[in-house]
């Protein structure tokens, strides 16, 4: 395709310069539309923009002397190849970088979503640990309840009967807590 738009530098005379200078502006313009088509691929850029060029810069060499612009137009035509390839080369390390992007923003999901179900099974691990160890750390309180239930039959002194309370107070203050966890 590159070499079928580039062969339309070649045709015409020197006598129809503006029309050649048409095929010209429309040849380098679908040569430089390659960037965008095909920059993501340098062999494939460079299969169709060299092809579609250099018989413009060809055209520029036949017909230098005839006309006096020929020198100046055949300068910019190498400017123009130049620059385009640049530009060519500049979109595909464009690409490649957004490629490496995606990459990195998957395995960063991946990473992500792994770090998730970890500290999904880690809380449901820590629930686990605290259900068992409330379960078990709660039958010695039911069981100081218990005594203490146990010493209000027992008569005792004022001062044993205040113990009592504060015990049972403590008691109930500690169930709240495992409750609370």
Known sequence: EGVGWGAIALIGTSERFPTEMLILVV???IAGAAISAFGSYLPAFFA????????????????????PESHLMLLLMLLYIVAMS??????????KELILLRIKASALADDLRRQKELAEQANLAKSHFLAAASHDLRQ????????????????????????VDRIEQSTIAMDSLFRAI
Request: glycine content about 14%.
């Open 48 to 67: 169709f923009f060299i092809p579609s060029t250099i018989p413009c810069a060809i055209w520029g060499i036949a017909f230098r002397d005839a006309f």
């Open 86 to 95: 640049g530009l060519g080369i500049r979109n595909n390390q464009g690409f």
């Open 140 to 163: 010695p309180i039911h069981a100081l309840g218990l005594f203490v239930g146990a010493l209000r039959g027992v008569q005792l002194p004022p001062e044993g009967v205040h113990f």
């Open 27 to 29: 040849s380098l313009n």
